[in-house]
């Protein structure tokens, strides 16, 4: 009795190193699939990436293009808003050295100065 105990605890022991030994295995299985995904994902993103910079490449051009339209515009309106200032600013100065009769004569000229 005492040897089929022993025995039972054997084979208890052999079934859970064996089990555990399956565990272990599954263990490795599920890394192995999960870094394969992984990797998988990052050659997916390292495509994308490339083909966007391989896309965007042709577009430069273009973009040049579109930057220096833009960047023309933005000095061409800076260029009118220092002339359109240039210009009050010159007005302002002749009016003061102007007498207040010329001040009131020009103004009825151009039509400042009536009352609505």
């Known amino acids: 009795e005492r040897k089929q105990i022993e025995q039972e ?6 079934a859970r190193k064996r ?6 295995h599954e263990t490795r299985r599920i890394v192995a699939e999960e870094l394969q995904k992984e990797h998988q994902a990052q050659a997916e993103r390292l495509n ?3 083909r966007e910079d ?3 490449e042709g577009n430069e051009e273009e973009e040049f293009d ?7 515009k933005r000095i061409k309106r800076d260029r009118e808003a220092r002339e359109k200032w ?7 100065e002749r ?3 102007m007498t207040d009769e010329q001040v009131m004569a020009e ?3 151009l039509g400042k100065g009536k009352k609505a």
């Not at 579109?66 to 960047?71: F, G, M, Q």
């Open 54 to 56: 391989t896309e965007s």
């Open 86 to 92: 240039d210009k009050e600013k010159a007005d302002v």
């Open 9 to 14: 605890a054997v084979a208890e022991e052999e």
């Open 66 to 72: 579109k930057w220096r339209i833009r960047e023309l």
């Open 19 to 24: 089990r555990e030994e399956e565990r272990k």
């Open 107 to 109: 103004d009825r000229e």
């Open 95 to 97: 009016r003061r050295v």
């Open 48 to 50: 994308k990436q490339v």
